[in-house]
């Protein structure tokens, strides 16, 4: 069993940055993917970030440029960083790690609310 817990979510203005952090309990992110989904009000969940245990990474078209999901193995961290945030990107932020690059099969954080409004 591998708990997962996120944090640094928070209030924004738009344009602002936030940088998330997903801790494992133990050792995983050098063998598992590891990806950041978000799920808006009335929305499906949705996988914006990717990370492969190769270190490949993938994002979604909407965030793709101003977003960066990176990871440090010592420390068992994964971290999006999130910069030019617009209000569109409010939501809970999901961290999840599993053992196929498809993330089936992973375990889920508790997640952690980020809101961008002026």
């Known amino acids: 069993q591998v708990q997962l817990v996120e944090s640094g979510g928070g209030l924004v203005q738009p344009g602002g940055s936030l940088r998330l952090s997903c801790a494992a309990s133990?050792?995983?992110?050098?063998?598992?993917?590891t990806g950041w989904y978000r799920q808006a009000p009335g929305k499906q969940r949705e996988l914006v970030a990717r990370?492969?245990?190769?270190?490949?990474?993938t994002y979604a078209d909407a965030v793709k440029g101003r977003f960066t999901i990176s990871r440090d193995n010592v420390k068992n961290m994964v971290y999006l960083q999130m910069n030019s945030l617009k209000p569109e990107d409010t939501a809970v932020y999901y961290c999840r790690a599993g053992p196929y690059s498809d993330l089936s099969n992973g375990y889920w954080g508790q997640g952690t609310q980020v809101t961008v409004s002026s």
């Open positions: 133990r050792s995983i992110f050098n063998i598992y993917a």
């Open positions: 990370i492969t245990s190769g270190g490949t990474t």
